[in-house]
């Protein structure tokens, strides 16, 4: 049996606490691969880089393609492969971008405990940058958790 007395409150799973405390996710590569280390261990992501990955995976999803959750994923797809949007269009879906990740955030910390490194409390400075691909869009943002801390992330949509 593994001694727990140094192991922190928030990671140790018990019957009374069953995974619920916990707030890991699997490594990803920029590429969407699972990320290994050297000895081909799989690594693992929490706190504010859970966050970054988080907010990856969503851009990286289109409306509807989680049969799972049928409304996650990210309006900015539908930019793809057609004439530059207005600034009314482009503003409106990072405006519906922040709204869903926020509530998507909101979510998860009510089915467990989220550290607040983990938990939007905005987006700042979210913008579509151009490409030289019809086939692709840039978004580029800063995220402000709620323990303060300030992310800025680059994520590139590709059809």
Avoid: C
């Avoid at 269009?89 to 910390?109: I, P």
Wanted: charge should be negative; aromatic fraction near 6%; charged fraction near 25%.
């Amino acid at each position: 049996m593994t001694d727990t007395s140094t192991t922190p409150e928030s990671l140790i799973i018990s019957a009374d606490r069953p995974y619920r405390a916990l707030s890991l996710d699997i490594a990803l590569t920029s590429d969407g691969d699972i990320d290994l280390a050297a000895n081909g261990d799989i690594r693992i992501v929490s706190g504010s880089d859970k966050l970054t990955q988080d907010i990856w995976k969503y851009l990286q999803t289109p409306p509807g393609d989680d049969m799972f959750n049928p409304n996650y994923g990210n309006a900015l797809w539908g930019f793809l492969s057609q004439a530059r949007p207005s600034d009314a269009e482009v503003a409106a879906a990072l405006d519906e971008m922040t709204r869903s990740l926020a509530a998507l955030k909101e979510n998860e910390s009510i089915e467990r405990v989220i550290p607040l490194s983990e938990q939007i409390n905005r987006i700042e400075d979210a913008r579509i940058e151009p490409s030289s691909s019809p086939d692709t869009i840039q978004v580029s943002f800063t995220v402000v958790n709620k323990a303060g801390t300030k992310q800025h992330s680059k994520a590139q949509i590709t059809r």
